[in-house]
């Protein structure tokens, strides 16, 4: 099993970008897809994950302007970022909860201007 991350970038603060990640290989059963971030020095920390009968969870910093779904179809898991700010800089990295093992995928960075 793969995750493949894309969709980071540069943007200004109050811009939007959208994160797709996708899982291949065989796959099996996804149990959930979801999102962490890694800010520049600091510790990995979650930011959302979708489960396969789509219950979301929200990080406190980003409920209300992060967005978290998945394509079943596709197995790719969405996370939409709008009104971003400067603290959102980080590297973003998808996992998956598949047939019974975790998956990480590379990160991908988005870097938030003032």
């Known amino acids: 099993v793969q995750l493949q991350a894309s969709g980071g970038g540069l943007v200004q603060a109050g811009g939007s970008l959208r994160l797709p990640c996708l899982a291949s290989g065989s796959i099996g059963m996804i149990n959930m897809l979801g999102w962490y971030r890694q800010p520049p020095g600091k510790q990995r920390e979650p930011v959302a994950p979708v489960s396969n009968l789509g219950s979301t969870n929200y990080a406190d910093s980003v409920e209300g302007r992060f967005t978290i779904s998945m394509d079943n179809a596709k197995n790719t898991v969405y996370l939409q970022m709008n009104s971003l700010e400067p603290e959102d800089t980080a590297v973003y990295y998808c996992?998956?909860?598949?047939?019974?093992?975790?998956?990480w995928g590379q990160g991908t960075l988005v870097t938030v201007s003032s």
């Open positions: 996992y998956g909860m598949i047939s019974g093992a975790t998956y």
